[in-house]
């Protein structure tokens, strides 16, 4: 597509308020009022990102990239401690029974969904189709032992897809992350990485408006989509999705000093929060 051929609108709200205590409250009921689904609040959920190996381990936190030797250091320390334990259905099944067992049995905790991030799928294969070799059956068993809880998938142009090559990527993830949702039994995405902020790639910032509409129309509010990591934090992302998550990276840490007593992932994961 030949983009400077096209022309783009854009909209823009004005707003008021009578205290400045109430700017915030302000903004949060017109937003809500603004958005075009109603809000369920929070999705809870259970992601594989801490369990499992991920592809990207080795080379997103090889101690080469760092900056500082306290950086080496923990990155270091950080791929030490991280599960060794691979993705796949013996393992994802494994998991959901035990959430099961402990929270939803022992203690009454409602489990929203299991979100299966960055390994259910094999960028060999094509644009986010399953690794039938970790996965034979799909999500269909994980399907049905998650019983009143669903599942959620993981989507990127990272794990695996490399660069995007020309104008190729773009109508593709439009189609194939709607289609995704209709053809597998999930009620949850995680569109992962796919922009920073202004300052950082201004070429990408358009790229989620693209891919969340997309998926909004094909999914016709059925499906908690949650934008994370290295995203802009826009609150009027809100306006198509149901959930954002920080900017800029997410692989700092918190240092000893700061967090005596505490391994470097314990540290990661305080930093994340």
């Known amino acids: 597509m030949d983009w400077k051929a096209e022309s783009f609108g854009y909209g823009a709200v004005i707003g008021a308020f009578a205290e400045t205590s109430q700017a915030r409250r302000s903004f949060n009921l017109y937003l809500s009022q603004a958005r075009p689904h109603s809000w369920q609040g929070p999705l809870v959920h259970y992601n594989s990102w801490y369990d499992f190996t991920s592809w990207q381990d080795q080379s997103f936190f090889d101690p080469r990239r760092a900056t500082t030797v306290q950086q080496s250091l ?30 939803v049995a022992k203690r009454g905790v409602q489990i929203d969904s299991f979100l299966w991030d960055d390994g ?66 999930v009620s949850g995405t995680r569109f992962d990485g796919i922009a920073g902020d202004p300052s950082e790639v201004p070429g990408q910032i358009f790229l989620p408006d693209m891919v969340m509409v ?35 990276r997410d692989v700092l840490a918190f240092s000893e000093d700061e967090r005596p007593g505490l391994t470097i992932r314990q540290r990661w994961q305080l930093f994340r929060e």
């Open 74 to 103: 923990w990155l270091r320390q950080l791929l030490a401690e991280l599960s060794q334990d691979q993705m796949n259905e013996t393992s994802a099944l494994e998991k959901i029974s035990t959430f099961h067992d402990e929270l």
């Open 120 to 185: 259910w799928d094999d960028p060999q294969r094509g644009m986010w189709a399953f690794n039938v070799a970790r996965f034979p059956n799909g999500f269909d068993n994980l399907v049905r032992a998650a019983d009143s809880s669903s599942n959620g998938i993981w989507l990127s142009p990272w794990g695996g897809y490399g660069e995007a090559k020309g104008p190729v990527p773009l109508p593709v993830a439009d189609t194939r992350s709607g289609s995704s949702q209709q053809q597998l039994p």
């Open 214 to 248: 997309a998926s909004r129309t094909a999914a016709k509010d059925r499906i908690w989509i949650n934008l994370t990591t290295g995203t802009w934090p826009s609150p009027f992302f809100l306006l198509w999705v149901d959930s954002i998550w920080r900017g800029h």
